[in-house]
């Protein structure tokens, strides 16, 4: 894939579950192909809740997408499919993706590309989930949504697993493929975390240290 001279952008939309990031990513991909660009579409082939090659948002839209594992040769795959003749790629729900994917992404970017990538910023213990947090910096346009918590109607940007109508247990497997039966959008008041004690400030521990006597701005 040849080096264009301009490079693309990269635009990142996050946010809790059923916050609209699905409906957003189908948006801006149709805005696109309104502008006459040409458009190619991935997603994670885990997700397979609604169907195994769309996209499909909660509130029913949908859009063709190429499904694709966490392998390397389907990883790459994403760079052939997106050759010259293609503008725009979106990627939806790429926290269920691997870190290579990263390397993809600004690949794609260096070649002249506009991504758009559509995912959870937190998962369901309220923690940095996958690659987000690297793609939020790296990011040329952030748009960040919120749900609306079923407890007591303010804004949301938490999503609570359930099992057997009770918080999931902190321990549990991060990914869960799930929608209505197993998550639900909570505020920050009403979102209930299991976390032990021990690992309450574990997540920031390894965060590195500056020693602003020795930094030079």
């Known amino acids: 894939m040849p080096i264009k001279g301009k490079k693309g952008r990269l635009e990142v939309i996050c946010g809790s579950m059923f916050s609209g990031k699905s409906e957003e990513l189908i948006r801006r991909l149709h805005r696109a192909e309104f502008a006459k660009q040409n458009v190619i579409t991935f997603k994670p082939g885990i997700d397979t809740r609604k169907s ?31 050759d010259d003749s293609i503008d725009v790629v979106g990627i939806d729900e790429v926290q269920f993706l691997p870190t ?23 998962d369901f ?7 987000i947090p690297t793609l939020l910096a790296l990011a040329d346009e952030i748009v960040k949504l919120k749900a609306i918590c079923v407890i007591c109607a303010q804004e949301a940007q938490h999503s609570q697993r359930l099992i057997n109508g009770k918080p999931a247990s902190y321990d549990d497997p ?28 574990e997540l920031f521990a390894t965060s590195p240290k500056t020693d602003f006597k020795q930094t030079v701005l």
Do not use: W
């Open 52 to 82: 195994l090659a769309h996209i499909v948002s909660h509130n029913g839209k949908e859009r063709r997408a190429y499904p694709i594992s966490n392998s390397h040769e389907s990883l790459q795959y994403i760079l052939e499919l997106a």
């Open 100 to 122: 290579e994917i990263i390397t993809v992404i600004m690949e794609l970017i260096d070649h002249g590309k506009q991504v758009i990538v559509a995912g959870l910023d937190l």
């Open 125 to 131: 213990r309220s923690e940095p989930f996958g690659v």
């Open 174 to 201: 991060i990914i869960l493929i799930g929608a209505e039966e197993l998550y639900e959008a909570r505020c920050r008041d009403c979102f209930v975390t299991n976390k032990p004690r021990e690992k309450q400030n």
